[in-house]
């Protein structure tokens, strides 16, 4: 048996479960890409898989409703594929372990994946059933959103004859997203010399953040340890004169992150003490700054070993710390037009060290394209300014409020018939696809849903069950 055969819908739970068995971590599509043609195949419907691994499934009419307009049904087969520090896992080939107490699910040790696959398991189930009514649907499943929307870049969908979308990579059940952000991948690159360096080397180490979606959460102001690892090493450095081997922290560029590791030498002529002062004397300060907004933030520092190593020169080091501090992070600007609604952001979410260069990598997200570019402007000059090669990707349109929209009054009715109260009419700092097929189709009408979902992009990630058949159970209502 399943760990979900006894939550309904069983179809949902039985697709959504056969998903976290397929490894699908942004950047590791074939199988998952492969399973959903399978799908369509066994089941003799029509689809296309373009180079990109984009799926899209067509299915008929059922009976009455021939005549109708199609409707596209559409969400992301890759998932910020994270895990905690101390468990010993490859998510590029072992399966996910999950687990339920019948309110929730997630994944032990992991993230989940309801982010986004509930959207696919929903589409599936839709597609298996012989029971559900719907209009004549195009399934489109694109790749990596997660890292930059290349799938929804890349698409062809130029043979879709809808003019009415529903996305599913919404977090919140009840609310109907009518407009996000647009954003873009901002890259710097800090240049390396090295010289030799005799000290006892050690790691230090920050843990137990909360991270988050860095579109979702940015708003809670939780803990980065990339950028609290850029302040511990200016301590170090001129507490402790210490020298940096490698720093790295992150896992992706839209996901908070929740630890970062510096590998660094102490000279012979400081002792451990010191060290282990300006440590805590930087805890000290980052403990008490983020006491509630993530309060199980800790430092520990693991000795390595004496030796002579390859570290960084003093003018490559300062480079580094200082760019991390030097540049922006978090909240830009809030919305005054929408209360309570980030309208510029940015996420230093993975740092890397290699032969060459210490990288930085950010998601800048805006929804007034104006400020989002001249954010973009403003790291490029002080990427600049420190010698840095910089390059901006994977740029992505806001999806802009639709005035007249004949899907949002259909679904937001339909909403207040089945659960007795409004729907709630939002935007999000997140960013969906929808700008982007609003780009390629012309006239497209779009609204984004989905059910509760918690610490997406964590390992705390969590679905909610009850929320996520109420959803289900919502959408098959808005297609009848």
Not at 32 to 57: M, P, T, W
Not at 274 to 282: F, G, M, N, S, T
Not at 324 to 331: C, Q, R, T, V
Request: charged share 25%; net charge negative; proline share 4%.
């Amino acid at each position: 048996m399943g760990v979900l055969d006894n939550l309904e819908p069983k179809g949902v739970f039985h697709f959504f479960e056969e998903i976290t068995q397929i490894p699908h971590g942004s950047g590791n599509l074939q199988a998952i890409s492969d399973y959903l043609v399978n799908f369509a195949k066994d089941r003799g419907l029509k689809y296309i898989q373009d180079e990109a691994l984009n799926v899209i499934i067509f299915a008929p009419a059922t009976a009455g409703y021939e005549d109708r307009e199609p409707v596209i049904l559409q969400g992301h087969m890759d998932m910020v594929a994270v895990h905690d520090d101390d468990l010993d896992i490859d998510m590029t080939r072992e399966p996910l372990k999950i687990a339920t107490d019948g309110e929730k699910i997630w994944a032990k040790g992991t993230s989940l994946g309801g982010d986004d696959g509930i959207a696919v398991a929903y589409c599936l189930a839709i597609l298996d059933s012989d029971s559900i009514p719907h209009p004549p649907l195009e399934i489109v499943i694109t790749t990596n959103e997660e890292t930059g929307m290349d799938g929804a870049f890349a698409i062809d969908l130029s043979m879709l004859r809808g003019k009415q979308l529903i996305n599913l990579d919404s977090e919140t059940e009840g609310v109907l997203l009518t407009s996000c952000a647009g954003g873009a991948r901002f890259a710097t690159h800090v240049a390396l010399s090295r010289v030799h360096r005799s000290g006892t080397a050690y790691d230090v180490e920050i843990k137990g953040l909360l991270g988050g979606h860095s579109g979702v959460e940015i708003i809670k102001e939780h803990g980065n340890a990339n950028l609290i690892m850029g302040r511990i090493l200016a301590d170090l450095y001129s507490k402790a004169d210490i020298s940096l081997v490698s720093i790295s922290g992150g896992v992706a560029d839209n996901a908070i992150p929740r630890s970062a590791v510096a590998t660094v030498i102490l000279p012979d002529e400081k002792s451990e003490e010191e060290l282990k002062a300006a440590l805590d004397c930087v805890y000290t300060e980052v403990k008490n700054e983020l006491a509630v907004k993530d309060p199980d933030v800790r430092f520990e520092l693991t000795k390595k070993g004496r030796g002579t190593f390859d570290c960084m020169d003093a003018k490559s080091m300062k480079n580094v710390y200082r760019l991390i501090l030097a540049l922006p992070n978090g909240i830009q600007a809030m919305s005054i037009s929408v209360p309570g609604l980030v309208e510029t952001s940015l996420n230093l979410g993975v740092i890397s060290t290699d032969d060459k260069a210490v990288n930085l990598e950010y998601s800048v997200r805006s929804s007034v394209e104006s400020a989002k570019n001249n954010l973009l402007h403003r790291l490029t000059i002080i990427s600049r300014a420190f010698g840095c090669e910089c390059e901006i990707t994977a740029p992505y349109p806001g999806w802009p409020f639709k005035v007249n929209s004949k899907l949002r009054e259909h679904m937001a009715a339909v909403y207040k018939e089945m659960f007795g109260k409004e729907a709630r009419i939002e935007a999000l700092h997140a960013g969906v696809e929808c700008g982007l097929f609003s780009e390629k189709i012309s006239g497209l009408d779009c609204i984004s849903i989905g059910p509760d979902m918690e610490g997406v992009h964590t390992t705390a990630e969590k679905l909610g069950v009850e929320s996520s058949k109420r959803t289900f159970e919502y959408l098959c209502a808005v297609l009848k």
